[in-house]
């Protein structure tokens, strides 16, 4: 099976990639430099408004970029100015900055007026959550599963078009929760992005939870998350998930995810610096670790690959497809003892994954043992029906005995005409 190329953000529930693909959410995340707190009783009638900072503007994004926290709304704008024109075959894309931040004040306002009526923890939830997907109309972008449309990076492009993934949906939440007094902030799990919301009870108990901004703010926990993905917590420890995010971490995931776009555009050199500056703004980005490393594999730097496949095992010592990748690397550098214990690893820890068996068929078939490579791959199938790369490897097998017509079966059960 040939190296999989990196992919971005996606939706939760999306498919697996196949094997060695980038898990995602590789996603954003918020700012808890940026949180404000709430009265146990909300925000009042007369609370002073949010004062956006001035004094950044007039700085750059790369500028800005130097701060952990700063004007996260203008950098947005700025970004989509200085990129979007890559990806959208024109030579400009002009954004009136002042004139979409004056736009963005008066939508805070009138949340921030929504919200003063509420009195509670969940119903301030529930008004946030109707802004967002309702008064604005944000929703996830279901026609692209795999993330590869530069629209839904963009944030003023997401606002027009009304359509985003995890990192863009929630970045709404953050840009106007935040400035009409809510303590919200992003929060990275793997292969996605979510919201974290604090508050308080009238009788000053804790109320927090997280919002799923890819399914119109449904609500969850964090156990949720512990038992869909089996993160470590030495990943939490460092940093990687469940765990508050700056500004600057945040723009660490966004250009993660351009440089998954960049990568789909076919320039690769390209890729790696811009997954290197994902790294700069939040080095502690176990995926962007991860996509770099794949991509320097496509440019045949496997030396570094290597060290960034294992500094991202180190944050995060439960990440299986970075041990599939890890294995891949070793076996077809002839490391092959090390390389079946990596993917042992990966199938002692998600043993209900298809891809680690779909890895252990290549493995065995390039070792010239078709017979356990046909039971592992079959293996795969009874995991997931679906899974039409081990039909195809099936076909490749026989073909390789000389059994044409059962190549043929097996390809039409792929879709392969």
Known sequence: MALTPPTIAKHPHHARPLALAALACMLLAGCAGQS?????NGPGPDDPPVVRNTTQSHQTLDQMLQQDDFDLPRALLLFSEEFYPEFSGKQRHEVDVEAKLARFDAYASDLRAALRRNKTPRTRLATLIEFVHVKLGLRFDATDPSGAKADNLFFDRVLQNRTGYCVTLSLAYLVFGQAAGLDVVGIRVPTHFTVRFRDQEADGQPYETLVETTAAGETQQDTYYWAKYRFSTTSVQNGVYLTPLTDKQIFGTIYNNLAGLTYLRGNNELAVERYTKALELAPNNAEALYNRALVLRMLQRDKDA??????????????????????????????RAQAKEDLGEAMRKRPDWPEPHMMNGIFLSREGDLDAAKAAFLRVLEIDKGFNAARIAIAELERTRGNEREARKWEEEAGIR
């Open 306 to 335: 290597l060290k960034d496949f294992n500094a991202a095992i180190r944050l995060d010592p439960n990440f299986v497809f970075c041990y599939l990748a890890r294995a891949r690397l070793l076996f077809d550098a002839g490391e």
């Open 36 to 40: 404000r707190p709430l009265a146990a």
